[in-house]
């Protein structure tokens, strides 16, 4: 009876979908299973963090109704509002929104790899290293493109280290974490001791961006951030399938006939690029990557690997944390950093002291 259905397309069996998705057909040979709720709890993120925008393109020393935002956002409104709110506002609010996307995104590729979900760039060392790699471009030449470069270069090197440290384990187990922790502090230490050996001016000019910030950032950088990004999700869109199976062991990824080594090695690929870039343009935001990806997983009640959501999540994160470090103690400006430290801070600790049942995602 089951052959008989499967070779009549025109049967109604062949085009039900499971409770809860919604069969679609690409062509007349490729059909492809959607998500219900996915759609839904992605078009409120969505709404929120457009709503979320607005408030904040119009909060700051200069304070601007959100209805003057949008009459701004349209090619309206008076020259003032314009000059704040798109050449001050708009440009910092896209680097906010596209690297806590990038963060978080890569925090939740890593965090699936590992099956644990302390395995964040962050706590990996990706981020130090990354910017170990930038601090030392800028002490060492004068090239503004250069960081930005070496960025990806301190990422990629990271990632190799911890996976060839962790032997056989590969990203699995607290090995990998281990070695990446090992990583990420001789890293920030090579940055503090290459701060310490310029010219104050110098250093007080690269503090703020290693500890994170979105002030006057690189508008080249920000650009390719977002194209960065683009490929990126379409990446992880093409290759969902593969990536949804990355949370079963290696035995059984195996006899589903898939190559495991591939799909991390593109898991890999995607977390450097997605980390490097965002390091280069806001510096080691790293904490993102491990709220932004939780959030996620509470909002789709766990099932499932939520990729777009924790890029939208991510961005919403660090949106508010830089809103709330411009706006909190005004004029005085806390760096991004330092916000999503204190954020995330406690949440880690949280992860590491209580008890809970599950012992990886």
């Not at 500890?211 to 977002?226: E, H, I, K, Q």
């Amino acid at each position: 009876m089951i052959n008989q259905s499967l070779s009549m397309p025109d049967t109604p069996t062949s085009n039900t979908s499971p409770n809860g998705y919604r069969l679609v057909s690409i062509g007349q040979h490729a059909q492809i299973l959607i998500e219900k709720e996915a759609i839904v709890r992605n078009t409120w993120l969505l709404l929120v963090l457009f709503f979320a925008s607005i408030i904040t393109l119009g909060s700051g020393t200069m304070a601007i109704s959100p209805k003057e935002v949008v009459d701004v956002l349209l090619g309206q409104g008076d020259t003032m509002n314009q000059f704040v709110v798109k050449d001050l506002r708009l440009p910092r609010l896209l680097a906010a929104i596209y690297t806590g996307a990038a963060f978080s995104l890569a925090g939740c590729l890593m965090q699936t790899m590992a099956r644990n979900r302390l395995a964040t760039p962050g706590i990996i060392g990706i981020d130090n290293a990354a910017m170990a790699f930038a601090v030392s471009s800028i002490v060492g030449m004068s090239v503004s493109l250069a960081p930005s470069f070496m960025a990806l270069a301190g990422a990629a090197t990271a990632t190799a280290l911890a996976f060839g440290l962790a032997g056989g384990s590969g990203t699995r187990g607290y090995r990998f974490i281990v070695a990446g922790i090992g990583i990420g502090a001789i890293a920030g230490a090579v940055t503090q001791l290459l701060l310490s050996q310029v010219s104050i001016d110098v250093a007080n000019s690269a503090y703020p961006w290693t500890v994170g910030s979105l002030s006057a950032r690189d508008p080249f950088m920000v650009n390719t951030l977002s194209i960065g990004i683009a490929i990126c999700v379409i990446g992880c869109l093409l290759f969902s399938r593969q990536f949804a199976l990355l949370p079963f062991s290696d035995q059984v990824i195996t006899g589903l006939g898939a190559n495991i080594k591939h799909i991390r090695i593109l898991a890999l690929i995607l977390c450097i690029t997605l980390t490097g870039l965002a390091v280069a343009v806001a510096g080691p935001v790293g904490l993102v990557a491990l709220v932004g990806p939780e959030i996620a997983r509470v909002l789709s009640r766990y099932r499932g690997i939520p990729l777009i959501s924790s890029a939208l999540t991510g961005a919403l994160v660090m949106m508010l944390s830089d809103l709330f470090g411009r706006t909190v103690l005004s004029p005085i400006e806390l760096p991004v950093g330092i916000v999503t430290a204190v954020i995330g801070g406690p949440y880690l600790i949280w992860i590491l002291v209580r008890r809970s049942s599950r012992s990886s995602l």
